[in-house]
C-alpha cells in the first residue's frame, strides 16, 4: 500500500513536467552508475549533481555570444525552401553587424535590440521582418537556457501603410505581351502564367513544364513550389491555354536561367522604367473579380487561407471596365486589343 502510495506521490510531482516515472528513474540510475553509497549518500550525490549542472549552465549562459548563438539559430532553419533561406540569412547579416563579437546573448536588454532594429531596417515592414528574425534567435536562445527571457517581447511592431498599387491596363499588358513575343521568347510562358493565373514570382521560377496541363487547364503548384506550403490547382483562362500552346517547350523548368536579369530586360524594353513589385498579380486578382465577381474561388486560386488579405490589398478594380475584364481573358483579348482613338480623332472622324 505504502509503495503504490509514494507511486501516485511521484506521478504528480512529474505531471506537470512531461517525464515519466520511468524516465525520472533512467535519470537517477545514470547519475548513480558512477558512485555507490547508501540511499542518503546517493540522494546527496544526485542532489551534487543537479546543483553543479544548474552551475555549468549558468556559466555557459555568460559565455554565449550573440554571434555564436546566431550562428546556432541559423543551423534550425535549413528546411526553409532555398528563397525562404535566403531571405532569413539576409535579416540576420543586417542584424549582426552592429553586434560586437564578444556581446553575450544573456546581456543584451531590449533598448539594444530596438536600436539594432532601427539602425538595420529603414521601413516598417523592413523593421518588422527584423523584428521577427530577432524575436525567434532569443525564443531560441530562451529555449537553449543562455538567457531567462526574450527582450523583444516588449518591442512593438510597426504600423504598416499599405500603398495603393493599381493593376495595369490592358495597353500595359499589351506591351508586355507583344515585347515577349519580339524579343523575349524565353520568358513568355513565366510572364503568361504570373498575368494571366496570378501565381506568385517565386512560385513560378521552381514551377515545370509538366506541372501543367493544357488538356485539363490545370497549373499543379506543388506542396514544395509554394509559398505557404499548400499545394493547389490553378484553372487556366483561354488566353493563357492560348499563350502557353505557343510558348510550350519540351520539359524543364518554366523559366530560363538567368531568369531575374532577363525578367528586368523583358520590363525594360517594354517601357517600364519603374516596376512595381506583384503587380502582376494584382492585375489578376482585380480583373478576375471585375469579371467573375466569386472572392472565395479566387482565394483558393491565388493560394491564400482567407479572403482578408485579397480584400485589403490586392483587388483594385478602378477604372477597370466590364468590358476590360471580359478582353483581359478572352483567348486573344489583350494581343488584338485595339485601342480606341483618343476623343479628338474620333470627332474628327465623325
Known amino acids: ?82 528563397d525562404s533561406l535566403r531571405d532569413v540569412k539576409n535579416l540576420g547579416r543586417r542584424i549582426m553587424r552592429a553586434v560586437a563579437d564578444d556581446k553575450k546573448i544573456s546581456q543584451i536588454t531590449s533598448e539594444e535590440c530596438r536600436g539594432l532594429l532601427d539602425g538595420a531596417f529603414a521601413t516598417p515592414s523592413q523593421f518588422n521582418k527584423g523584428r521577427t528574425m530577432l524575436h525567434g534567435l532569443f525564443t531560441f536562445a530562451v529555449r537553449m537556457r543562455w538567457r531567462d527571457e526574450n527582450p523583444v517581447d516588449e518591442i512593438p511592431k510597426q504600423n504598416v501603410e499599405e500603398k495603393e498599387i493599381l493593376p495595369l491596363s490592358i495597353e500595359e499588358a499589351q506591351r508586355l505581351l507583344k515585347c515577349a513575343e519580339k524579343k523575349h521568347t524565353e520568358c513568355a510562358a513565366a510572364l503568361g502564367i504570373m498575368l494571366w493565373a496570378g501565381i506568385r514570382p517565386n512560385e513560378v521560377a521552381r514551377l515545370h513544364w509538366e506541372d501543367i496541363d493544357l488538356e485539363e487547364r490545370i497549373i499543379l503548384v506543388r506542396c514544395r513550389n509554394s509559398k505557404t506550403g499548400g499545394a493547389r490547382h490553378v484553372d487556366m483562362c483561354p488566353a493563357l491555354v492560348h499563350w502557353l ?71 483594385n478594380m478602378g477604372g477597370i471596365t466590364k468590358s476590360d475584364a471580359k478582353i483581359f481573358f478572352e483567348r486573344r483579348g489583350i494581343i488584338d486589343y485595339v485601342p480606341p482613338p483618343p476623343e479628338a480623332e474620333t470627332k474628327q472622324a465623325a
Not at 493560394?303 to 482578408?308: F, I, L, N, V, Y
Request: hydrophobic share 35%.
Open 1 to 82: 500500500m505504502q509503495e503504490e502510495n509514494e507511486i501516485q506521490a511521484a506521478q504528480r510531482l512529474l505531471n506537470e513536467t512531461g517525464i515519466s516515472i520511468l524516465d525520472a528513474a533512467r535519470l537517477i540510475r545514470n547519475a548513480l552508475d558512477f558512485t555507490g553509497g547508501s540511499k542518503e549518500e546517493n540522494l546527496q550525490y544526485c542532489r551534487d549533481v543537479i546543483e553543479c549542472g544548474r552551475r555549468r549552465i549558468g556559466k555557459m549562459s555568460r559565455t554565449i555570444t550573440v554571434k555564436f548563438a546566431m550562428e546556432e539559430y541559423m543551423k534550425t532553419k535549413t528546411d526553409l525552401k532555398r
Open 245 to 315: 500552346k505557343r510558348a510550350r517547350r519540351n520539359g524543364g523548368k518554366i523559366c530560363p536561367k538567368n531568369w531575374t536579369r532577363k525578367w528586368q530586360n523583358l520590363r525594360q524594353d517594354a517601357g517600364f522604367a519603374v516596376w512595381t513589385q506583384d503587380v502582376l498579380r494584382h492585375t489578376f486578382a482585380s480583373y478576375n473579380l471585375k469579371r467573375f465577381k466569386n472572392l472565395p474561388r479566387l482565394q483558393t486560386q491565388m493560394g491564400h487561407r482567407d479572403t482578408s488579405l485579397i480584400r485589403t490589398r490586392y483587388v
